[in-house]
């Protein structure tokens, strides 16, 4: 089992939409979570960090389900701006090494 | 200001040369990092050093040798490059190391071994 997996996807919304990108992680101890957007050939950016209590940042909503070993992040309302690959990151279990998914590719259509 | 900043933005480049990439930070950040984004689009970490010391160094060929001479820098020489080298090198540093901190990436420089 990979240590960080994501939905392969690619996702083609349109406008308006709300989408949602689920990921889960290998190593029980992880102990931190986040969201990164990276846009075609361009570095990485956080979006958001994943609390256990889950949190929200506008259109954006991060939910983590230690049990299930179980992060998702929902979009709502999705902006043409939108589109780009999302990351699912967390370090690995026992040290602060940062394992990054392979990422889903989100396209938000006109 | 670019807070982290790599130079070149592009290498191309012979099989069994040797290059190096730079990297600097102006963030003040005590910690950073090496990624390597190959075809595939994984992202995986290479090397970090904290303080100037190396705390993370994964499983990469000895080829590949960073150097950080001073807090604000890290360089990345690679010798005798390899057709399987080809990929996008990022650097990346964050406030400290031993906690939930963001790391901040560099623009990534395209490595093409020919």
């Known amino acids: 089992r990979k240590e960080v997996e994501q939905d392969p996807g690619p996702f083609n919304v349109p406008e308006g939409a709300t989408v949602a990108f689920n990921c889960t992680y290998s190593?029980?101890?992880?102990?931190?979570f986040f969201w990164y957007r990276q846009d075609c050939r361009k570095e990485p950016k956080l979006l958001m960090s994943?609390?256990?209590s889950g949190n929200e940042d506008g259109r954006f909503t991060a939910q983590l389900n230690r049990a299930s070993q179980y992060i998702s992040l929902l979009i709502r309302d999705s902006k043409l701006s939108d589109s780009a690959t999302y990351l699912c990151v967390v370090n690995r279990g026992g040290s602060e090494k940062l394992v990054f998914g392979k990422g889903t590719k989100l396209t938000v259509n006109p | 200001d670019t807070a982290v900043s790599q130079t070149p933005k592009y290498l191309v480049t012979q099989m069994g040369n040797d290059k190096s990439i730079k990297c600097e930070q102006n963030?003040?950040?005590?910690?950073m990092y090496w990624y390597k984004q190959d075809s595939k689009k994984f992202l995986k970490i290479m090397f970090s050093?904290?303080?100037?010391?190396?705390?993370i160094n994964e499983t990469v060929p000895n080829r590949f040798s960073p150097k950080s001479p001073d807090k604000a820098h890290l360089n990345l020489h690679i010798n005798s490059l390899e057709l399987g080298d080809s990929a996008v090198y990022f650097c990346?540093?964050?406030?400290?190391?031993?906690?939930?901190?963001?790391?901040?990436f560099g623009p990534g420089t395209r490595l093409t071994v020919t």
């Open positions: 963030l003040g950040h005590d910690t």
């Open positions: 994943v609390y256990s």
């Open positions: 050093y904290n303080n100037k010391e190396l705390i």
């Open positions: 190593n029980s101890a992880s102990q931190s």
């Open positions: 990346a540093s964050s406030q400290g190391w031993g906690g939930p901190y963001e790391q901040y």
